[in-house]
């Protein structure tokens, strides 16, 4: 199975900041990669699609970069309920596989 | 809009079997692949099992392979994951989602419903 691995597994920021997630795997996907926003309570939320690829409604703070094995999410002017768990997922082959997950908290 | 709401969760004891319904509305069901996937507490996101819109193809975790099987009824717009043999490894919030249209990814989850497996 393809192994991701995001970083950093936490991050502490304030409103307004600009906050970056990486993520790598363990062999190349393409594009074949999404991001997750999970808040407790809450079901996950897609927010990109094909590594850049904004899902409908998200708002445009979010963007997503990358190919292969190295992707990134950012966050432009982090706002109050950004604050969450992002998870990146391979969607390049099967099983399907997520990052550990990187915990944005308020500073 | 696109509703799914999971059910079936309970507790139940190890070796035992337990079946999960996702009930979907607001979208064609037959027109869409669709995901299990489970958040064990304190955990991250596992994928566990899809199904194609046709039903012609499924994959499944290497975790749950051979003792989960997904399954779709059309005429009820209802998603199954029929769970046997179950661990304590199971344990989870189980969430189903559609798959998106064009890709693999899941574009809209339910709530989840809660599995615990437990002697």
């Known amino acids: 199975a393809i192994q991701m691995t995001q970083s950093p597994s936490s991050l502490s920021a304030v409103v307004g900041d600009r906050v970056t997630i990486t993520c790598r795997a363990s062999q190349g996907i393409r594009r074949d990669l999404s991001w997750y926003q999970l808040k407790p309570g809450k079901p996950p939320k897609l927010l990109i699609y094909g590594a850049s690829i904004l899902q409908t409604g998200v708002s445009s703070r979010f963007s997503g970069s990358g190919s292969g094995t190295d992707f990134t999410l950012t966050v432009d002017s982090l706002q109050p309920e950004d604050f969450a768990t992002y998870y990146c997922g391979q969607d390049w082959s099967f099983p399907l596989t997520f990052g550990g997950g990187t915990k944005v908290e308020i500073k | 809009q696109v509703q799914l709401v999971e059910s079936g969760g309970a507790v139940v004891q190890p070796g035992r079997s337990l079946r999960l319904s996702c009930a979907t509305s607001g979208f064609t069901f037959s027109d869409y692949g669709m995901h299990w996937v489970r958040q064990a507490p304190g955990k991250g996101l596992e994928w566990v099992a899809i199904i194609w819109y046709d039903g012609s193809n499924k994959n499944y975790a290497d975790s749950v392979k051979g003792r989960f099987t997904i399954s779709r009824d059309d005429s009820k717009d209802t998603l199954y994951l029929q769970m046997n043999s179950l661990r304590v490894e199971d344990t989870a919030v189980y969430y189903c989602?559609?798959?998106?249209?064009?890709?693999?990814?899941?574009?809209?989850w339910g709530q989840g419903t809660l599995v615990t497996v437990s002697s």
């Open positions: 989602a559609r798959k998106h249209f064009d890709w693999v990814s899941a574009d809209y």
